[in-house]
């Protein structure tokens, strides 16, 4: 009886720091929350929708394996104890061309994303709150994994999704000075400032 209970302490002081040292480097599972990301993850569930449950790749995020057109998952920049889920739009060195934030143009830092949702009229993202610094970074969305019948890879940027804004990859020799170009009137002469968003 001694033996047996022995036995059970020494599993379970190998087995849960192995099952935390894989959950925290290599993956995990997430539940949606929200309908932000729909059609692409259901987390709503009026209507009799189920959420999707989706496998986190925590190894890809700590390696900054992260593509434009990617899902991922991070703390909020504004509550750190809340979770979000958005997709990759830019990276550090695209410019950002968005109406609805308070600067219309911005240069994205190094270190830092630009996140939006794939259901524009339900998102809280980057126009709301700016860049995100990719310390903030969780997991990076790879596949769902439940119900059974949604199974499957989530894709990069699909093209039923469109974006709120437009990214032009620039140089850093393009900013110089502080300033851009013109994006939506390209040989216009216009420019627009963009110095407090560059380091």
């Known amino acids: ?3 047996a209970g022995w036995t059970s302490v020494k599993f379970v002081a190998v087995a849960v720091p192995a099952s935390l040292l894989f959950l925290d480097n290599v993956g995990s599972v997430a539940r949606v929350h929200g309908s932000s990301m729909m059609p692409t993850l259901q987390g709503d569930r009026r209507g009799g929708g189920r959420r999707d449950y989706v496998w986190l790749n ?3 995020v700590r390696r900054f394996q992260v593509e434009r057109g990617d899902v991922v998952v991070f703390s909020s920049p504004t509550d750190p104890s809340k979770i979000l889920i958005k997709r990759v739009t830019a990276l550090e060195g695209d410019v950002v061309h968005s109406p609805t934030y308070k600067q219309n143009y911005v240069l994205i830092k190094r270190g830092y994303m630009w996140m939006e949702g794939d259901n ?3 998102s809280m993202d980057s126009h709301n709150f700016g860049q995100i610094s990719r310390g903030l970074l969780l997991g990076k969305v ?5 119900p059974p019948q949604r199974w499957g890879r989530v894709k990069a940027l699909p093209e039923t999704v469109a974006t709120n804004a437009k990214v032009t990859k620039r ?3 393009d900013l110089a000075g502080g300033v851009l170009e013109d994006l939506e009137n390209p040989g216009s002469g216009h420019i627009v400032s963009i110095a407090a968003e560059c380091k």
């Open 1 to 3: 009886m001694l033996r």
């Open 58 to 60: 925590t190894f890809a």
């Open 120 to 122: 524009k009229e339900m």
């Open 142 to 146: 790879e596949y769902i994994i439940w």
């Open 171 to 173: 140089t850093m020799a």
